[in-house]
DNA sequence: TTGTAGGCGTTATCAA
DNA sequence: TTGATAACGCCTACAA
């Protein structure tokens, strides 16, 4: 493998003079700049980026924390994500953690020795001060709405947003009203439960632990959701579901079985996937693609901590 | 940052032994192990990779080469991609190129450059020839049914899937047959366009050009299918398409227009998607994640070259 | 079992 | 406008 002394040997010439040509800076003769040229043509050199990694102590790679990679909902993020981190010359190193905390743990070491630039954690597995503890090697995003004030982090009000969307449940006159979270533990998933409770009790309404569900992720969670609810002697009489895929497999199996949605169970979904779109779902649109531009500009910029909320939409459908 | 040497000197040993006791190298005398695990502790040390990759040439990273990050499709892949890369102990640096070849030479130049150790293509956008020119730098697995013996692949056989289903639609009593591709120049759709005309010469069918659709990737693509072949005056009766997202599409739009499936129109899929398990579509299926182990395992041997092809299975269904 | 020294390929500083 | 040379931080003969 050729490297910068040959080249410069090659066109006569210092490496450095080599180095500035690579790196296009200025003060270098014309006729340098075409003998080095056409070194690199001659011999077919290329850079070893790791040298430069190395020299620079910066690796223009952004670790990506999320738990599954064939899911819309983290789809549509690292989409977002790859895009802007791509306008800004980076690149993104997918960690996929299934939420076991050693593949999270893993990510963080990376960065620890300078292989990741920073990361951005879609899904978080462990505590906070853990994320705390290696932000000194680089800046860590969360996307998640975290009270913290020590990390930058992009989120939905998911308090507000799952308040909003069981306020209209309420208006719709149901009274007897399921939830069904992914994991109970998250903190995504402890606002929504916050937001449940504080307006089942607003409105004096049943609050039973058996309505709240849990692991909703895919679609195929749909079809076990809708197993449990109907093998309940007493039923909720809509649900709300923090995820379309799920709520789309709920629907679907609903209907094998010869039910409709709303007229035997209501639902509203989370995400406006286009599948709940093709299916009417009514959900609550979240701007998944900005989470991820978002997160990269917070990247970029990890001297100020911030805490940016982006908006929601119901989605007013048929399911409800 | 502290560095080895630091904790040479602060351990009173030579950079070696502190080498030594990081890669768990044996002739190392436990005493020194203690002190140099110690000054780890104290001064709070980790390795900087980027030097390690810089002085063994490699990084243990493998590039990822797919059009879309929130496809079903390919996040199988990955999934199956990124299982088996991990367990090899390995990352995977995704490049989502939407199909624009910039971002697929990206990739490959830094396998030029050494950031990769190897690349898997998901989908293609160069020529072979450019592939070629790259394999040099490092292994490049295909997933993709090529014919070309200089690079290892692993496919599946689209031929014979393609032809198996049609056979299927075929034996279905259909005569008026549709079909709907991605990318109407990848290799898979050239495959599948060949048995095509091949099963439909071997029946003495109808092969009506505008009958062969072109574009389906995902659940929206399928509503415009529908309005494509809803407004045709001579309608196939049978539509395969490649892809159960678009299918699924299709099929949901169909019925929101009144029609039935397969009363009004038979559809037939690919992939075997949980969707088209929960709409019950007839479909091939794919073994997505067995590609993504494949192509890591065919990463990891790259002195054969080899040329691997997946079994397929048609999901009988209701759909047609 | 340990240490010395050279190498990995660049960039950056400083002097010329 | 150029070139030496010292980082960057680790690994690995080779010698002891």
New interface residues.
Partial sequence: MTNIKEIAQYAGVSVSTVSRVMNNHPYVSPEKRKSVLQAIDQLNY??????I??SK?K?N?IGVIIP?????YY??I??GI??QA?AIGY??????TQYERE?EIQAL??L????LDGIIVCSRISEMKVLLDYQKYGPIILCEDTAQAELSSISIDHYAAFSSALEYVVAKGYKKIGYSLGRKKSRNSSLRTKAFNDIMNKYHLLNKKEWLFEGSY???D??KLFQDWNSMIDKPEAIIITNDDTA??FI??ANKFGMKVPEDVAILGFNND??S???DITTVSLPLDWIGKMAVDLFENPKVIRHVKLDYTLMKRKTI
């Fill in positions: 290329s850079r070893n980026i790791n040298a990694h190395l102590g690796t790679l599954f990679t064939n899911h819309p789809g549509a690292v989409q790859t895009k791509n690149h993104i190193v997918i960690f996929q593949k070491n990376m620890q020795m300078k292989q895919h679609i195929k749909g079809e789309a497999g679907l199996t286009s599948l779109e093709m299916l």
